[in-house]
């Protein structure tokens, strides 16, 4: 194991990204399809929140202030972190991880194929159409800053954006049978968050369990 591997494992640097298709999925705990993750030993270099809240306002007549209806708190986030490989192998590897990554902005299909019937009976047909059976949702986790504050041992749902991958090419590249590996990726993406719990209070002013750890998951 390098030593980067050592102190990513050690410290909790590490980036959990999980998809939803079935077809690259296991069953979790809650029953829900969830494949194996695809762990990056992450060094985080920006990582940063947003919670937008949107608000209709209303100018009237008379008054100075608007008259503001609240609508909704929109959670997104912004991540930047690099991927170093101290050898070839390492390289290769990270290099297939992120090409996985990928592969998980994409949604599932399912082929179209209708029931036909005439004299000769019935029948199924195939189409070369694709229906989307499944939007590319993700789960994500890192240590306990970006995790399901309801307390399950899941990833944080939602979407990837936007995602950027740099190779760093100043730190060079590894060479083999005519193939280029970087040393070092750079990766950013945008995350949108779906919360599963409920956020805010009742109307009694007491904040749901799902509250009490919100944003960075439970700690006591």
Same mark, same amino acid.
């Given at each position: ?54 608000w209709n306002q209303q100018d009237v007549y008379g008054r100075n202030d608007p008259i503001a209806t609240f609508q909704g708190t929109k ?11 101290a050898n070839i192998d390492e390289a290769e590897a990270n290099q297939k991880r992120l090409a996985r990554l990928t592969q998980m902005l994409?949604p599932q299909y399912s082929s179209g194929r209708q029931e036909v019937s005439n004299d000769e009976g019935t029948f199924m047909v195939g ?10 949702? *993700? ?5 306990? /800053?970006?995790?399901?504050?309801? =307390? ?7 979407? &990837? @954006? ?24 750079? *990766? ?5 968050? /779906?919360?599963?719990?409920?956020? =805010? ?7 749901? &369990? @799902? ?10």
């Amino acid at each position: 194991m390098s030593a980067q591997k050592h102190y990513a494992n050690k410290s909790a640097q590490q980036l959990h990204f999980y998809t939803l298709h079935k077809s690259m999925g296991i069953n979790t705990p809650e029953g829900e399809t969830q494949s194996t993750a695809e762990i990056f030993h992450a060094f985080l270099t920006s990582f940063n929140q947003t919670f937008n809240s949107t608000w209709n306002q209303q100018d009237v007549y008379g008054r100075n202030d608007p008259i503001a209806t609240f609508q909704g708190t929109k959670r997104t986030m912004n991540l930047a972190f690099d991927i170093p490989s101290a050898n070839i192998d390492e390289a290769e590897a990270n290099q297939k991880r992120l090409a996985r990554l990928t592969q998980m902005l994409y949604p599932q299909y399912s082929s179209g194929r209708q029931e036909v019937s005439n004299d000769e009976g019935t029948f199924m047909v195939g189409s070369n159409a694709l229906t989307l059976s499944k939007p590319p949702l *993700i789960r994500l986790r890192y240590a306990n /800053l970006i995790c399901d504050s309801s =307390g399950r041992e899941v990833g944080l749902l939602g979407f &990837i @954006s936007n995602l950027g991958i740099t190779p760093v090419l100043d730190m060079g590249m590894f060479e083999m049978d005519k193939k280029l590996y970087p040393k070092v990726f750079s *990766i950013t993406f945008d995350f949108t968050v /779906l919360h599963e719990h409920d956020l =805010g209070y009742d109307k009694l002013q007491e904040m749901n &369990i @799902s509250m009490k750890w919100f944003p960075f998951g439970k700690s006591d």
